[in-house]
């Protein structure tokens, strides 16, 4: 079976630009998590959903939105990009919504901004 | 207040010997899962392990093993007989109970990079 697949793998944007990230999860996992991965950093949560519903979201500002489609797919927006935006992507992919559900991940997207 | 604690930034371990990561948690629940993930420097995030707050037993995989000791909230890994693909950061992580039927992010602790040497 594949596992959670992503893309682009990598991007290059200029501030002020806007992007956008694409995730498709395990096939029959439901829930679809997003986080940011500064180097050096361990990654840090942005947003989950689970049955195309919000069910979580970090601290981050109101230029990062995402939704997660019929098919369980999502999508991570970023608008009006920062220096600070660069980092690795990761989406992560979970059966549901249940205690013991395991994140299994993608490969990640690169973003650098320029 | 950090969540997770690992303080051991870096080590190197010799093939074929066990290497032990350190990992410390700060949580008021009762209920809360551990997670330890692998990441090469391809990137991706590779899930090794899972104890859950209420398992009485330390969680195996394969050569992977987690030494939980609830009392100290310490949740180490243990990889035994290193091999040269070891090489990686090693992430200890931990999800909260957010409500009776929900659960909340996974919180990540700075990492720990192991260097396997021949």
């Known amino acids: 079976d594949a596992g959670v697949t992503q893309s682009p793998t990598h991007l290059i944007k200029t501030r002020g630009q806007q992007v956008t990230l694409r995730c498709s999860p395990i096939s029959g996992h439901k829930s679809v998590s997003w986080y940011q991965q500064v180097l050096g950093q361990g990654p840090q949560f942005i947003f989950q959903?689970?049955?195309?519903?919000?069910?979580g979201r970090g601290n981050f500002p109101d230029r990062f939105s995402a939704r997660q489609f019929p098919n369980y797919s999502s999508e991570l927006n970023v608008n009006a990009l920062l220096l600070g935006d660069s980092a690795l992507y990761l989406c992560?992919?979970?059966?549901?919504?249940?205690?013991?559900?395991?994140?299994?991940f993608g490969p990640g997207t690169r973003l650098l901004v320029l | 207040a950090q969540k997770i604690t690992q303080t051991q930034p870096g080590m190197f371990v010799q093939e074929k010997e066990a290497v032990t990561l350190d990992c410390t948690y700060d949580t008021s629940d009762q209920s809360y899962g551990l997670f330890w993930y692998k990441q090469p420097s391809s990137g991706e995030m590779i899930f090794l392990i899972y104890q859950g707050s209420y398992d009485e037993q330390n969680a195996t995989e394969g050569r992977y093993s987690l030494n939980f000791q609830k009392a100290r909230k310490s949740a180490n890994l243990v990889i035994s007989a290193s091999q040269l693909g070891d090489s990686a950061m090693y992430f200890c992580?931990?999800?909260?109970?957010?409500?009776?039927?929900?659960?909340?992010?996974?919180?990540f602790g700075a990492g720990t990079q192991v260097v396997v040497t021949p």
């Open positions: 959903y689970y049955e195309k519903e919000e069910r």
């Open positions: 992580a931990m999800r909260e109970r957010k409500t009776t039927d929900s659960w909340g992010k996974l919180q």
């Open positions: 992560a992919s979970s059966l549901g919504w249940g205690s013991q559900e395991t994140q299994y």
